[in-house]
């Protein structure tokens, strides 16, 4: 098979176009809330959050890959916003699930119940 595949391919092996788009892991926005003020994702908290930052920047992916820190900080607490920037640049951890059991993100430092 990998010989029949290799006949078929009309590029190098490890090519990629110039107009690619570069490959992005993000974490959806409502779990990395949750996960910051260890909270569900379906908690009071969580949801208000969630609620705050869409109704200021429209939609979760501006959210999660455009929108500058500052902007960020002015709608949510500023560990949240640094949270978020982690997410953009891939630095967040994923313990891995198994066995019908989803993965978590691992944050180095999570807000306390009070801070909203």
């Known amino acids: ?19 690619a788009k ?7 926005l409502q779990e990395l809330i949750a996960c910051a003020y260890q909270r569900g994702i379906a908690t009071q908290i969580p ?3 969630y609620g705050k930052l869409i ?6 992916f501006a959210v999660l890959r455009d929108t500058p820190e500052h902007a960020l900080a002015n709608v949510v607490h500023p560990k949240l ?7 953009r640049s891939g630095e967040i951890t994923i313990d891995p699930g198994y066995d019908g059991v989803y993965g978590k993100p691992l944050l180095a430092e999570s ?5 909203k």
């Open 1 to 19: 098979m990998q010989n029949r595949i290799a006949q078929l391919a009309d590029r190098p092996t490890g090519y990629r176009s110039q107009a």
């Open 111 to 115: 807000l306390k119940p009070g801070e």
């Open 47 to 49: 949801t208000q959050v």
């Open 55 to 60: 109704q200021a920047f429209g939609n979760e």
């Open 81 to 87: 916003a640094a949270v978020i920037l982690q997410n």
């Open 22 to 28: 570069p490959f992005a892991r993000l974490v959806p």
